[in-house]
């Protein structure tokens, strides 16, 4: 990569001539020696990609904005001493010309840097999912699950019912671990690459923009689709097309699952029908749950499949839990990796949701019960969260940044009114709490709604509206981002605030 000509700030960028420092894999791979790759973005999932390049022998520049942050962060200091350069601010896009390879993390849209001409040109450009599984051993089957919501619970739930029966198992990608971190682990011990069998990848759009390559499921699951991330997709066709992007390089079993009945997705995936096998969410052939008799029928010629899940023994707060349950167990039957559906039978009791989805927190001395939602960051999941709530008289927390929903006339609340009918009140809190408090007085809320500043006060108010035998349940149906670094970040503080009850 030519250096010598560019400036940055203050700083003149390191020549070519400089002698950059690698980690050395304890693999002998070192497929990218003697090239220079190029990483847009140095959150966790860039990060990983960056040490993984190093382990493969490239030289690697890492590309972010947020200086400041990363000077704090250890990881990234490690990663610096390991030989990784860095344009930190503003820079010339220009330079990734000279890259061999360009790795772009999930938050970088396509509109920035030039990386959308960068493609049209020919030149490597990758998502960080395509970049790991370029290594990963072909062995390994990889169930792949987006949807704008449920994803974690159901990428959750399957990698628990693959370990329960003894299958060695990645479970990571947008959720935790970035697959590039377990890439990064069989290169620096690939005597221990025969054991993993399974990869369980929860998959972003953002992480779909670009098409794959070397990212090949054997299973691909795209759950729902409701309006979500239209900031950066724009229309909900186009987040379609991400999503179903899931569908293009399947392998092995070569099994899709789709949710039945999206106008949106039925028109994206179109282009792909004759790639995969197809099992329907809520259709057969596919899956259908029966709410009532709390079971789920599975019906799927093309892969042999014809059983029965008895989903009473759910622990899980939630009847949507009913569906992740179902679509988790027909991913991992469609591995073929030995695991039944009977089987499976065995594991629905011990399901645990993910930290911050419907977890229940604690029960206080005053009989009020903590419930704490926080991932849900858009309408439909707090929507499909109150509807698991059926019965629990409740105080629901609503607020922080609200997402944008681009061609829409209203912002979307008011679908809330209708499940909310029943509990005991909803407080609003944060940047769009005013707007939430008046688009549901607008629509004749039938609860009392009390406004609050911020998310410590929303939980002052709700403490002295609960009786014994409620729940407090944050379910905001909002971004984070006005008051906290994520939603993970929101969660606890609001577990530190109901457990200081």
Known sequence: MNLLSLNYGN????????????????SPRQDLKGRT?????????????????????????????????????????????????????????????DADVVVVSPGIP???????????????????????????PKSVRILAVTGTNGKSTVVTFAGQMLSHFGINTF????????????????????????????????????????PCVYFCPSVSVVLNLTPDHLER???????????CRLFSHLANTKLGVLSFGNQHLDEAVRKYWNKFNLAWI???????????????????????????????????IGNHNYYNAAVAALSVAGLDVGVQ?????????????????????????????????SKATNIAATHTGLMGLKGQKSVILLGGLAKVLNGQASNGFEELVEPLKGHRCVVTFGSSGAMIHQTLSDNNLSIPCIRATNLKDAVEHARKMAKHGDAIVLSPACASFDEFRNFEHRGMFFQELALSA
């Open 171 to 210: 479970v990571g990608g947008n959720l935790g671990n970035p697959l590039s971190e377990m890439a990064f682990e069989h290169l620096r011990s690939p005597s221990q690459e025969c054991e993993l069998k399974v990869a369980v990848v929860e998959v972003s759009s953002y992480q779909m923009e670009i």
């Open 37 to 97: 790759v190029a990483v847009v973005g140095l959150g966790k999932s860039g990060k990983a990609a960056a040490r993984l390049a190093l382990a493969r022998g490239a030289s690697v520049v890492g590309i972010d904005q947020n200086a400041s942050l990363l000077e704090q962060d250890p990881s990234f200091v490690t990663l610096k001493d390991n030989g990784l350069e860095t344009i930190l601010g503003h820079f010339d896009w220009k330079l990734l010309n």
């Open 341 to 373: 559906i009977e089987a499976i039978n065995s594991t629905i009791e011990k399901l645990r949701p993910p930290p911050h989805r419907m977890q229940v927190v604690h029960k206080d001395i005053h009989g009020v019960t903590w419930v704490d939602d």
């Open 233 to 243: 997709h724009k229309t909900m066709l186009s987040y379609a097309e991400s999503k």
């Open 282 to 316: 809520g259709a057969f052939p596919g899956v259908k749950i029966n709410m009532e008799a709390k079971n789920a029928t599975f019906r799927v010629p093309d892969i042999g499949v014809a059983s029965q899940l008895q989903l009473g023994g759910m622990r899980a």
């Open 110 to 136: 396509l509109e920035n840097y030039g990386l959308s001409y960068l493609l049209q040109t020919g030149k490597q450009v990758m998502s960080e999912l395509d970049f790991a599984s370029e290594v990963l």
């Open 11 to 26: 700083k003149t960028l390191p020549p070519k001539t400089t002698r950059l420092r690698t980690i050395t894999a304890c």
